[in-house]
């Protein structure tokens, strides 16, 4: 048997902070208490650092095919990257594309993922073409694969669903125990914009942004909110950006609705001026989709936050090399979409949030641990430190100043979005089902040791 003991550390949980000792055995939290004087194999002192749960984070998208290229990380690449910031679990999307069967998705995505992770994974489904067989494989591979969460988009031609179709997806996800999570942009509006910016000759990269305008992403989250309260269906709203949709989520959450929300680190930090720099390439950097919006819209995410109508922080991560970016920068749809962030989220929203605005650190492990693990069925297992979970835990320094940049950054991408920036707070060690894989910015594992997560 392993053992680990980590010692004299302060452990922050959804529920609370205390000064405990905690044992590992063969992988699993054994016990959490103060003094705990078993030998072990190993023992880490953890005095003056934080002990947190590993970071989960449900939104990635590892080498995504966009066109006739993949998003620049593989699931190897990401997830190594990932574990360096203290995420231990990731939830990335298997697309099922319009004629294919959900199967067919499904394997895609297993061949590039299935024992290449440096994490553990799960996969949601994100369902585009819905027919008698797609909803029969929503049961099968609810009970089969353990996927319990099916992603819908009222928008782009390769993803877009009618909300007829949404509301059958619902239903079904209903009758299963799972949840529906939406893209939540309006994609009458989308086409109606591009079309008349490609009509008049505006094609530079800050037509993006206007091109993505706030309503269509109101009109879309309303709408699948009251089909979600009439299915009775759990509705999760995924990269949330602006006030007005998320008044939509605030008001049904108070009428007892289960709407839940995720925001990105960039949506929180950065704004709609990126797109106005007149070197095209750098505006490129931001486009994604929703695009950043303006600093009003970003308080009111803030205040989400901290109100708790924002459950989960998760990354979209999905990034694209310069070289990759740098095509097509005179028309604006063709730029590929997606931002990194997946290693960076845990210590750029600690110090955001944390450090800059006060959020306690109960409610820092529910938005970057907890709720996600809660909401996507790995409630048991993941992202609370507790005995019977696997080990997967952070010793972070809240106090060490780093500065965010591409050339200090474990992700395969040649940029970054947050590229000189100062922040305050760092993972120290990272600790993944019992076993030290990063120490001091050194890795310390030498193949993917991750495992699919059938989810409950
Ligand atoms: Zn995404």
Not at 263 to 285: F, G, R, S
Not at 327 to 345: A, D, M, Q, T, Y
Not at 358 to 382: D, H, M, R, W, Y
Request: charged residues 25%; aromatic residues 8%.
């Amino acid at each position: 048997m392993r053992t680990l003991l980590i010692k004299n550390g302060t452990v922050v949980t959804h529920d609370g902070i205390k000064q405990a000792d905690i044992l590992v055995k063969d992988g699993k939290i054994t016990s959490i208490s103060p003094n705990i004087s078993e030998n072990s194999n190993q023992t880490i002192d953890a005095k003056k650092l934080l002990v947190m749960p590993g970071g989960v984070d449900v939104h990635t998208h590892m080498e995504l095919p966009a066109g006739d290229i993949f998003s620049s990380d593989t699931f190897e690449t990401g997830t190594l990257a990932a574990l360096h910031g203290g995420t231990t679990t990731i939830i990335d999307f298997a697309n099922q594309t319009k004629g294919q069967s959900l199967k067919k998705a499904f394997s895609r995505w297993q061949e590039r993922a299935n024992g290449k992770t440096y994490t553990d994974y799960g996969l949601h489904i994100a369902v585009t073409d819905v027919n008698d067989n797609t909803l029969r494989e929503m049961d099968e591979f609810f009970s089969g694969e353990g996927v319990t969460s099916f992603k819908t988009f009222l928008a782009y031609e390769h993803n877009k669903i009618n909300l007829e179709n949404l509301r059958m997806v619902m239903k079904k996800a209903k009758e299963l125990g799972g949840i529906v999570s939406l893209h939540a942009e309006d994609g009458g509006i989308l086409e109606k914009k591009l079309c008349e910016f490609q009509k008049t000759g505006k094609t530079s990269p800050e037509y993006h942004y206007l091109a993505h305008p706030e309503i269509a992403e109101e009109k879309a989250t309303a709408e699948a909110i009251d089909l979600a309260i009439k299915e009775d269906c759990p509705l999760y709203i995924v990269h949330l950006t602006s006030k007005k949709a998320l008044d939509h989520i605030i008001s049904a959450q108070k009428n007892g609705a289960k709407i839940f929300a995720e925001t990105c680190p960039h949506y929180l930090v950065l704004n709609k001026e990126k797109y106005y720099n007149p070197d095209h390439l750098e505006a490129a950097k931001f486009i994604m989709s929703p695009p950043l919006r303006c600093d009003e819209d970003r308080e009111a995410l803030w205040e989400g936050i901290f109100n708790g109508h924002i459950q989960v922080i998760g990354t979209d991560h999905c990034p694209f090399t310069l070289s990759q970016k740098k095509k097509n920068l005179s028309e604006f749809w063709k730029i590929p979409n997606g931002i990194p962030g997946v290693e960076n989220r845990m210590e750029l929203f600690f110090h955001e949030a944390v450090n800059r605005r006060g959020l306690s650190l109960t409610e820092f492990v529910k938005l970057c641990s907890q709720n996600p693990a809660k909401i996507f069925g790995l409630e048991n297992i993941k992202g609370h430190i507790a005995p019977g979970f696997d080990a997967d835990i952070i010793l972070f320094d809240p106090n060490e100043e780093h500065i965010l940049s591409s050339e200090t950054h474990h992700m395969n991408v040649d940029y970054s979005p947050y590229e000189g920036m100062k922040i305050k707070g760092r993972c120290k060690k990272v600790i993944f089902k019992g076993k030290v894989v990063i120490d001091d910015n050194k890795s310390l594992i030498s193949h993917p040791e991750g495992i699919y997560l059938k989810r409950t």
